[in-house]
């Protein structure tokens, strides 16, 4: 059996274990283990077979296939080997290994099925136009290389290898009518840097491996070694190989951009940089660091998948400006021209040379689309002294449709200090963009420093930091406890901010922590919002903070002088619905439960003016929660009395009820509530009403039926 084959199921095994997918992985495994049993017996029983590079190979296979069950994956590892899955065309694209098959005849590889690197003939150069004889030769010489549709068989040498030309020359003539243009423009500016992009191939007599820079890793394509008609061309009819990894491009995109695609063949770091924000002193500076081949940079244009290289910067005469090179791929041989103003284009694309940083860190992380700045992915960076750090974010390609990732914006946010972070008003940030790549630079202290990943879609990011100076880069770690509320307001429950007497409808929560403690409080929603908190119960006097509404609410180091305290979380009108999350950051122990709101299964609301009096009946003795409301706020008395039956004056003794049925209102603005337990007739009277203006609310709960009515 084919060793390549052996060697995807072990890919294909490490596939299914990141997805968490058991029963496949141990089917998988046992196919691979089986079928290299066999083939180490049968090369045992046939030495000469084999050579001993072969033998070794197998070997080190075998290895690396019985670690599968003694080892697990990292998450780290996971998230790579999920990366995998990319486009429609071809499938699976594993991460490339020190130890990998292209093809061998010794390898029991089936090459009957293989066709011969074939290359069409190539339509003769572009005359002058308005040359009359030259448009006649050039329609003569393209209808003949129509005609010979099937191609023309390149020459082969003695042990049947494709005769290729794997050097440079010819690059600049390089041409390319499809759409993937971006990528063409890409292999002229990294060729024009002598940087060889042939050694990205491994040799294969019959197919070709081609290394790229995608999804956190390097990744290993494997294409045949038939080149279609329409590929990638260059005056040098053997500079074929420039073809090889055109197509193995096309297994993954449909088309891209010049910076994606510079990052993809070399994993140099793509900037964008919008045509208006290009001043004269950056031109200037991208001149400087062009010559020192720290960059290499190509021009957008607002044709879609269609970009020039830059292969040359000049400066000007009087050192005022500079004129670039700019050859556009689409164009004949000769499509080189000049520029000295860029301002009909989109976007420059600068692409620096990781090897001008000596440190270069990276993280493997699966982002997600909460609004909870403290569930976001967190990192901590070390540094041994204040430096500029480079930060680089590539999310993943997954799926069917890989040439673009999923829409939705990415950023990141910095702050000094190893602390997570609850709040983003506070940190630097990048310029949030929602394409696939993301950089950011920031001004790093010496010490600690943590980063925040932002975005508000769901997937795999790689996480990249340069440096010239030492840093090393972990996960985020909080030296504080956290608990985390999350609830939501409904219609019942949304009773607005404090100016509304519908507040204490709100959700409420009891804080118990030890006397004079500090704590951090945190809330996110998709409303203005708040956390208000009172000490003891809710009134003006009791209230710890003033309450400001927003977004993403935060409240570090709230000193709370007691033990007992009341939060809620609130919005700023009343009635507006959608889920929260509430956060309390202490260093030391609380307790933190929802106190219930509810007045029960049955619920009926009054409202009275000019010295309103209500009556309650209840036919059996019940729980019930009353909850009163006053427009005056100077009136802070309830009294309640039982009267013998419905129609009768004559009161009973009201020595069962609390402090004799008379009920103090703390705060008779937002309301008190009281749980009592009745049977019988009632009167809620309100006796130090001094003005007839004053309106009464009042709302009775109980899990069994009764009535009110005002009087």
């Keep these: 059996m084919e060793l390549e084959i052996i060697h995807n199921l072990y890919e294909f095994a490490n596939f299914n274990r990141s997805l968490g997918n058991h029963d496949e992985f141990d089917i998988l495994f046992k196919r691979c283990y089986r079928h290299l049993k066999e083939e180490l017996d049968r090369r045992e029983s046939s030495p000469k077979e084999s050579s001993p ?52 005849p010794e390898l029991g590889c089936d090459t009957s099925n293989q066709r011969d690197l074939v290359f069409h003939e190539d339509v003769p150069d572009t005359k002058k136009e308005g040359d009359l004889r030259g448009q006649v030769h050039q329609e003569q010489e393209h209808q003949q290389a129509l005609e010979s549709i099937n191609g023309l068989r390149l020459d082969k040498t003695e042990d049947n290898t494709p005769d290729i030309d794997w050097s440079l020359e010819g690059f600049e003539t390089l041409r390319q009518n499809g759409s993937d243009c971006s ?52 005056r040098n009819k053997k500079l074929l190989w420039p073809a090889i990894v055109e197509k193995a491009y096309t297994k993954l995109f449909e088309g891209s951009n010049f910076a994606n695609d510079m990052y993809l063949l070399s994993g140099w770091i793509p900037e964008y ?34 970009d020039f290289a830059i292969v040359n910067i000049e400066i000007e005469p009087d050192a005022s400006d500079v004129v670039f090179t700019v050859v556009d791929p689409r164009e004949s041989y000769n499509g080189k021209f000049k520029l000295k103003s860029l301002n009909d284009y989109e976007v420059l694309y600068v692409c620096h040379n990781p090897l001008r940083f000596s ?22 960076v070390q540094c041994d002294e204040a430096t500029t750090i480079w930060c680089l974010m590539e999310r993943f390609l997954t799926g069917k449709n890989a040439s673009t990732p999923k829409e939705g914006s990415i950023n990141v946010h910095w702050k000094h200090g190893k602390d997570r972070i609850y709040s983003l008003s506070n940190c630097a940030r990048g310029t949030a963009n929602n394409s696939r790549f993301h950089l950011s630079k920031f001004a790093a202290q010496k010490g600690h420093s943590t980063l925040c990943v932002d975005s508000d879609i769901r997937s795999i990011v790689s996480l990249t930091l340069y440096s010239t100076s030492k840093i090393s880069l972990c996960k985020a770690k909080d030296e504080k406890s956290t608990e985390v509320i999350r609830s939501s307001w409904s219609l019942s429950n949304s009773g607005g901010s404090y100016l509304h007497p519908t507040f204490c409808e709100n959700p409420t929560y009891e804080l118990i922590v030890p006397d004079n403690s500090r704590v951090d409080i945190a809330l996110e929603s998709c409303h203005e919002a708040e956390v208000t908190v009172f000490k003891e119960e809710i009134s003006d006097k009791n209230m710890v903070y003033s309450p400001t509404y927003s977004r993403n609410v935060y409240h570090e180091d709230v000193l709370l002088l007691g033990t007992r305290f009341i939060l809620v979380p609130s919005t700023y009108d009343p009635g507006q619905t959608g889920g929260f999350s509430m956060a309390i950051r202490h260093d030391s122990g609380i307790k933190l439960r929802e106190l219930s709101t509810r007045l029960g299964l049955f619920v009926k609301t009054e409202r009275g003016d000019n010295f309103p009096r209500f009556a309650l009946t209840t036919s059996r003795r019940s729980s019930m929660r009353i ?30 009820l609390p402090n004799n049925g008379e009920f103090h209102l703390q705060d008779a603005f937002h309301g008190s509530e009281f749980e009592l337990h009745l049977e019988g007739h009632y009167l809620i009277d309100f006796p130090l009403i001094s003005s007839q203006l004053c309106a009464a609310t009042v709302e009775v709960g109980s899990d069994h039926p009764f009535e009110l009515q005002i009087l």
């Design 53 to 104: 590079e072969f033998k070794n190979d197998l070997i080190q296979l075998t290895k690396k296939v019985l670690e599968l069950k003694e080892t697990q994956l990292t998450m780290q590892e996971k998230l790579i080997w999920l990366g995998s899955k990319i486009g429609g065309r071809g499938g699976f694209w594993f991460p490339s290994d020190r130890f990998y098959f292209v093809d061998s």
């Design 359 to 380: 440190f270069i860190t990276q993280q493997i992380l699966m982002n997600t689309n909460t609004r909870e700045v403290w569930s976001k992915p967190q990192f901590t």
């Design 273 to 306: 940089v919008p045509i208006r924000y290009l001043t004269r002193e950056r031109r200037l500076e991208i001149y400087e660091m062009f010559k020192k081949n720290e960059v290499r940079i190509g021009l957008g244009t607002f044709d879609e998948s269609h």
């Design 627 to 656: 909850r009163a409301r006053l427009s005056e706020t100077n009136t802070n008395t309830m009294t309640i009395t039982q009267f013998r039956n419905r129609n009768d004056t004559e009161t009973t003794a009201s020595s069962h």
């Design 183 to 234: 990528f063409v423009s890409s292999l002229i500016s990294m060729m024009s840097s002598g940087f060889d992009i042939s050694d990205l191939i491994t040799k294969g007599k019959h197919r070709f491996g081609v290394t790229f820079h995608l999804n956190g890793c390097t990744r290993y394509v494997v294409v045949d070694s038939f080149i279609p008609e329409l590929s990638v061309k260059s």
